[in-house]
């Protein structure tokens, strides 16, 4: 019956019912089918409610809201808008520039948001236009952006990571602080595929022209070289701070506390030389200070204190909630019109994702109670090429699930079953869960079907317009150019599974960080444990606790 009700799902999906319903129904109907034909024993609805409340009171899912909530706030209260705009005058002028911007500024967001619908919008209506301003190609312009916004689905904080080390079994802290080098070096990949397309086309990534750049000193010179005197001078302090004031020598908390330092003393830096008036500052580099600051701070606050283990996620999540909320009202942005939007997106958002697990606990029971986890086990464990053929396996089978079904249907219908699989093969799970994440990713991207195009088709013109600027016609972006644009990111992606497939250490390192056990020191404390009143001159007489057991039948 397992593969029976597995493809009944799958036609109710294509037909088009909603997930969760889709989900609950199967999951019902087969109970009864196996119920009449002997194959199910009804005593297992009697598991459903506790298995649903189970999913109501789970902790880690309440980070959900709390991170949506931080997101939405921040993408409303301009913070996007601010960063692109002051990072496109940064890296404006040399060729690529502003696609290097985007990805700088979509890892940025990704970090803050952890919302991919928020970071492609908001880059969408705000780099866009500029970009096709100044002769960008149309399909990498798209590609860039709509690629960038998905950096929300790997670097942490994500929505997707928490909903992936729930249905695991793992610690979202341990996979947050594994996914957090694979995400950085996507980024990466993403900005050497800018770099080759400026080397070898570099009439589609123009640089901009000298009265774009707005952001000059009074005499017209920018003077860049002061950003770099004050990050050198910043984590020059910070580093000797970490040695001669604290015993850390490495480790996340090395790391956070390093750049957490070197952030507050370049902030200290441009307030005494903005209020003092000292001049010392090129114009530019306070505003890059004064734009970057408030967001590394809430990246520092809300991932700092996960990964050195001060706060659990969800603490960390209401922690980042409150703090998108400060931001905005130093920002004289926080009304009370932006919080009632992102408290109802928030609680769609929550209650969509809260409805799909429903209906996948009501399919998870019917589908465990007919041993479909025991097929899917056997299926996958015998797989040839033990663990490397079912990674290989696993990863084409989620890539082509991945043009008809989005991250939340793949994580509550797949993953449960990948899991036990997985485990039993010798796979490390948290190393597994980053796979399939950034395997997921593909989800927002693919051709036709991807939520991060359709995001980006929503705000991208459809018609002809005239720029604002130089008042002139524009061309608008088509269909075919998103999805031509996409189709390199995709590849990218692709590669990025392999990588981290071939180097499990990007994401192994988390375990560095744990609290390391010495098993001889343990067996030495338990040898020395004594029982008061067994053995030695307390102890019963004639009572030999090392002497075999004897049975007496006399």
Request: glycine share 10%; proline share 5%; hydrophobic share 55%.
């Amino acid at each position: 019956m397992a593969p029976v009700m597995f493809v009944a799902l799958v036609l109710f999906l294509l037909l088009g019912y909603p997930v969760a319903f889709a989900l609950a129904a199967n999951g019902l109907f087969f109970a009864l089918v196996g119920i009449e034909l002997g194959m199910f024993q009804e005593n297992f609805l009697q598991a459903l409610p506790e298995r649903i409340y189970g999913t109501m009171n789970n902790d880690v899912l309440l980070a959900i809201p709390f991170f949506t909530f931080m997101g939405l706030v921040l993408e409303r209260s301009g913070m996007a808008e601010d960063l692109l705009d002051t990072i496109g005058q940064l890296f404006g002028p040399i060729r690529g520039g502003l696609a290097y911007a985007v990805i700088f500024v979509g890892a940025l967001l990704a970090a803050t948001t952890g919302v991919v619908a928020a970071s492609v919008i908001s880059m969408g209506l705000i780099s866009l236009p500029i970009m096709l301003r100044y002769g960008y190609d149309r399909r990498l312009a798209s590609g860039v952006i709509a690629a960038s916004g998905t950096l929300a689905q790997i670097i942490p904080p994500s929505l997707v990571l928490i909903v992936l080390a729930d249905q695991l079994g793992r610690s979202v802290g341990d996979m947050y602080e594994g996914a957090f080098i694979p995400g950085l070096v996507l980024a990466g990949l993403y900005a050497g595929y800018v770099f080759l397309t400026t080397i070898f086309r570099p009439e589609r990534a123009p640089g901009l022209p000298p009265e774009a750049q707005t952001l000059r000193d009074a005499d017209g010179v920018t003077r860049r070289r002061s950003l770099l005197v004050v990050t050198i001078l910043a984590f020059a302090v910070a580093i000797a701070y970490m040695k001669y004031f604290t015993t850390l020598g490495g480790g996340a908390d090395f790391v956070i506390l390093t750049m957490s330092i070197a952030v507050a003393v370049s902030f200290v830096i441009a307030l005494v030389n903005k209020y003092l008036k000292l001049n010392l500052l090129s114009r530019m580099t306070e505003q890059v200070v004064f734009v970057m600051v408030p967001p590394l701070a809430l990246i520092f606050l809300v991932l700092g204190t996960i990964f050195i283990g001060v706060a659990t996620p969800t603490e960390g999540g209401a922690m980042g909630a409150a703090g998108a909320i400060l931001l905005a009202w130093g920002k004289k942005r926080m009304t009370f019109n932006l919080l009632r939007q992102a408290t109802e997106s928030t609680a769609k958002l929550s209650a969509f994702v809260l409805f799909i697990l429903v209906g996948a606990r009501v399919f998870s029971l019917t589908f465990y109670g007919v041993n479909g986890h025991v097929w899917v086990e056997h299926l996958l464990v015998g797989l040839p090429g033990g663990a490397t053929g079912f990674l290989i396996v696993v990863n084409v089978m989620v890539f082509l699930l991945a043009f008809f079904l989005d991250f939340f249907e793949l994580a509550f219908i797949i993953v449960p079953l990948l899991g036990p699989a997985a485990e039993k093969l010798g796979i490390d799970l948290i190393w597994f869960g980053v796979i399939l994440g950034v395997n997921m990713q593909t989800s927002f991207m693919h051709p036709p079907f991807g939520f991060a195009l359709f995001f980006l088709r929503s705000v991208a013109p459809k018609n002809p317009y005239r720029d604002k600027v130089t008042s002139k016609m524009m061309e608008p972006v088509t269909t075919g150019q998103i999805y031509w644009g996409a189709v390199p990111f995709v590849v990218i992606q692709c590669i990025m599974v392999a990588l981290v497939v071939l180097f499990p250490q990007m994401v192994m390192h988390y375990k560095s960080s744990g609290i390391q056990l010495d098993q001889q020191q343990i067996n030495k404390q338990l040898d020395n444990i004594t029982i008061p009143g067994l053995g030695g001159s307390g102890g019963l007489p004639g009572l030999d606790l090392n002497a075999p057991p004897t049975l007496n039948l006399k």
